[in-house]
């Protein structure tokens, strides 16, 4: 049913801007009565969600003065699982790393290999932390593949042999004892670019060019996930350079097939140099061979020409491009800017900024763990968790 | 400053499903003090939001025993100005067409020509259902062209001489005494198309194919606009087909000067036929006339080429093709698919629906009350309304 318009999750979401208030400012802020509101701070204060602050101290088990969020009373698991290595996180419910580290993990090595290794992990990073799996109010997890999100189960993920539908929230969940929210790379990066470095900004593009291309979509400070949760995936858009070109999914003339890292280390062997991936792209680009120079900007303009229809179409404030690519410096970038600010309505690129990522490769990994802290404190998870921990605040019909 | 998460307009927000509810509902189901929610609803009737419904009939000034959505409280004006006509109607706060018209209406003619007659025609319509401009809410106007939606100004409209930056809401406001919206017809169409057939489906395009293609964005339910205003302008990406053809919009291979009204007639006036604009064009069609035909069939699948694209951007639940370029029949449409459903992931394609419109051509006069209703009906608009019309009530700081 619907949530309650003023629930204690509702007291909460007004909380978390840090700001602590006094039961007189909430009353006020509310509408609610003062009985009420006392219910429900008492309650949010059970869950430890929020702490007296100021001068305010418990004294004969009346509320104190000021009440503020405690972003450290639960804390979030987070990783973001590549194809070769991961980076995983122990955060708290403000998106604080607490402690954080980069492990070689081979994806292709299946889930139960790598969701077992997973495991051992976080249980370590708990322990140096000194927080136990008991602290802990969900897990984010980042895949290299399309994600199902409702499910958390992947989708006929390419690079991904015996992910394909593997019940990654079910797995992990039955051994670490909490809620487990699944995503694909991408989006979980987008979010973190726009809740790290541009949470002003209401409608943002994150465009990772790696292996594979993609693109997050952030709207109205939200991730857009479609109507069947495909959204944002441009790497198989036409372009029209790659009109003959085979794609590996099936369709020709993919911009995947013509900018992505794969496409681009194969067009370097063509030409007599030696690149297996992208990531010998980025290190020729860096060693300034002219060649891997021309074709990483060449590769921006396949980009921007995408970039360019889909400005006009959305008109985004930002757009961010992210991905082992864009660590060949400003070449991809300037390809990209050159055509968007050719061929984009004025009106629409007037104001608009096209950026390297703030967040270098820890994005994804804020990004999973914003995901649970979202959907951890939203007012309607909030008043649900109260309910369920006391049996005599009864859940709303 | 924040809207009261449960004040008069919340409560409100509750009863415009049309459901009446009593005192001790609407306290169960926002957790009220019973003395707020009484005050409120009396706010709110004293406005005639509400009204009192079943058995409840007003007795010694105590409230009836259930409450209901008053949707005659407000009279809303409604105008979808094209470039040669208007339809002009009257609606209440549920979005009925209470009366409607059609006039020849030449946008070319300026603003205060065709506003002057617009207000001239909305006085007539009120007469005509028993209304009064003191029972108007607001005003809503869909114009053919860019409009600033926070001024409601067009900017740089190329078809409308005289209109760049006139301040369309003063000019109107001052007449009719009530607050006016302004936006661009494919923004209103799609809310129409939105409300009026596809209300479960959260995210929806509307494209708009006339002398100009234009497409209207509906995300979580809401109008997409974009950082800029600007989204949707399709009309200028660029598809290959048209890669030498100059547009209007200075730049050159633009989906409109392939697949525009304008750009169809000149093609067929170069094979030696009659036509002029595009509804010379649908004649044609209508007619039999098979280059019309095959026209209007390459036009929809150049539109599907930059529809597929923006399919596995976007990942739609729902394309509906409007305009009047449209009203050939199935051509256009089955080109569109041909191509959509060739070139897009077969993930977005699996559940999208590609349609013609289900308003006809009133989609535009019943999204431009949409519009305003949702405008009016905000919680924030509600409570901001209650606040002033009664010097009592404090507004919440």
Known sequence: MTTEPAGAGALLAILRDGRARTRTELVRLTGLARSTVTQRLDALADQQWIRPTGDGILSGGRPAVAFSFNSEAR??????????????????????LLSERSREMKITEGPEHVLGRLVDEFTDLLTEVGRTLADVCGVGIGLPGP???????????????????????GWLSSRL???????NDVNIMALGEHWAANPEMGHLLFVKVGTGIGCGIITEHRLHRGAQGSAGDIGHIR??????????CGNTGCLEAVAGGGALAARLRDAGLDASDGRDVVSLVRAGNPTAIQ???????????V??????????????????????????????????????????TQHLSIQGRQLDDRAGVIGAAVMVIEHTLSPEAVDRAIAASDPQEPASA
């Open 295 to 305: 074709l990483v900007r060449q590769a921006g303009r396949n980009i921007g020409d």
């Open 307 to 348: 970039l360019a229809a889909l400005v006009n179409f959305f008109d985004p404030g930002v757009i961010i491009i992210g991905g082992d690519i864009s660590e060949a410096g400003e070449h991809l970038l300037a390809g990209v800017r050159e055509v968007v600010y050719s061929r984009s309505l004025p009106l629409a």
């Open 177 to 183: 004892g909490a809620p487990v929210l699944v995503d």
């Open 147 to 169: 994600v199902e999100h409702a499910s958390g189960r992947p989708v006929n993920p390419p690079i991904m042999p015996g992910w394909d539908g593997f019940d990654v929230p």
């Open 239 to 248: 372009v029209v350079e790659a009109e003959n070109e085979p794609c590996r």
């Open 75 to 96: 804390t979030v698991l987070a990783a973001d699982l590549g194809v070769t290595h991961a980076r995983i996180a122990v955060t708290d419910l403000a998106g604080r």
